[in-house]
C-alpha cells in the first residue's frame, strides 16, 4: 500500500493538513504528517528523505507552498512513486526560492514579512521569517473560519531566510509523475509562479479559486486530487 506524506510548508505546521488527513484516513489510506524544521531547504528535505526512507513501500508526497520546493528534491527517493503540489514551488534543478519568484510581480506577501533573529549554536544569529498577524489571516487564510485564521496566525512556524537563496540540487518531477493546484486566488504565492513552475515541469494541474491553504478551505478537492494520484500510480 503507498503511503502518503504530507508536507507543510513555511508560516504553518502539520495541524495545516488536519482536514486532508481526516478525508484520507476514512478511506483507509495510510497517511504521515512530519514536522518540517523549516531551517533550510537542504536540510529540510534531507530530513523529509529520511522520513520517507523509514516507510517500508512506495510513497505518495504532497507539498503545500515552501513544501512543493522539499518535496522536489526528497522526492528523489527511490520510494518515492508520485508528487503533488499544492499551491506549491516547482523548483527546477539549480534553482532557489528567490529566483523562481523573482521572474514575477510581487504578492501581498512581500509588504507583510516581518523579520526576527533566532540562535545558532556555534555561529552567528540566523533570521526568521514570518508574517505580520494582523495581516496573516487576509494574505494567507482568506476563506478559511476567521476565528481559525486568528488561531493560525498567533502559532505560525516561520522559515528561515537562508531557505530561500538554497538552490535544489535535483527536480524530482522529472522523474515522477506529478500532479498540482493553482490555488487562483492566493495572496502568498503569486498564483503565476504556480502555474509557471508547473507548467514547466509537465505537471497535471487543475485551478481552485482558494486562498494559499487550499487544503483547509477546499479539504474534500485536495483529498480528491491525492486519491487520484494514488490510482494512478497503483495501476
Known amino acids: ?18 482536514d486532508v488527513v481526516s478525508e484520507l484516513l476514512a478511506d483507509g489510506i495510510e ?10 531547504l537542504l536540510g529540510d528535505a534531507a530530513y523529509i528523505s529520511s522520513v520517507i526512507r523509514q516507510i517500508e513501500g512506495p510513497v505518495l508526497l504532497v507539498g503545500h507552498s515552501y513544501g512543493g520546493a522539499v518535496i522536489t528534491v526528497a522526492g528523489a527517493e527511490e ?26 510581480p510581487d504578492s501581498d506577501l512581500a509588504a507583510a514579512l516581518v523579520y526576527t533573529k533566532f540562535p545558532i549554536p556555534g555561529a552567528e544569529d540566523g533570521t526568521d521569517v514570518s508574517v505580520d498577524v494582523e495581516k496573516f489571516p487576509a494574505i494567507f ?16 512556524r516561520p522559515l528561515a ?20 493546484i493553482v490555488s487562483s486566488s492566493d495572496h502568498t504565492i503569486n498564483p503565476d509562479v504556480e502555474r509557471f513552475g508547473y507548467q514547466r515541469a509537465g505537471i497535471k494541474a487543475v485551478e ?22 494514488l490510482a494512478e500510480i497503483e495501476r
Open 208 to 229: 481552485i479559486n482558494s486562498s494559499h491553504l487550499v487544503m483547509l478551505s477546499h479539504p474534500r478537492e485536495v483529498a480528491g486530487l491525492i486519491r487520484q494520484a
Open 31 to 40: 497517511v504521515r504528517v512530519p514536522a518540517v524544521p523549516n531551517r533550510s
Open 79 to 104: 520510494n518515492v512513486a508520485g508528487l503533488v503540489y499544492l499551491a506549491g514551488y516547482a523548483l527546477e534543478e539549480g534553482e532557489s526560492l528567490g529566483q523562481l519568484q523573482g521572474g514575477f
Open 141 to 156: 487564510a482568506a476563506d478559511v473560519d476567521p476565528a481559525r485564521g486568528r488561531v493560525l496566525a498567533v502559532s505560525q
Open 1 to 18: 500500500m503507498t503511503t502518503v506524506v504530507l508536507v507543510h510548508g513555511a508560516f504553518a505546521d502539520a495541524a495545516s493538513f488536519s
Open 161 to 180: 531566510a537562508a531557505a530561500f537563496a538554497e538552490a535544489a540540487p535535483v527536480a524530482a518531477w522529472k522523474t515522477k509523475p506529478a500532479w498540482g
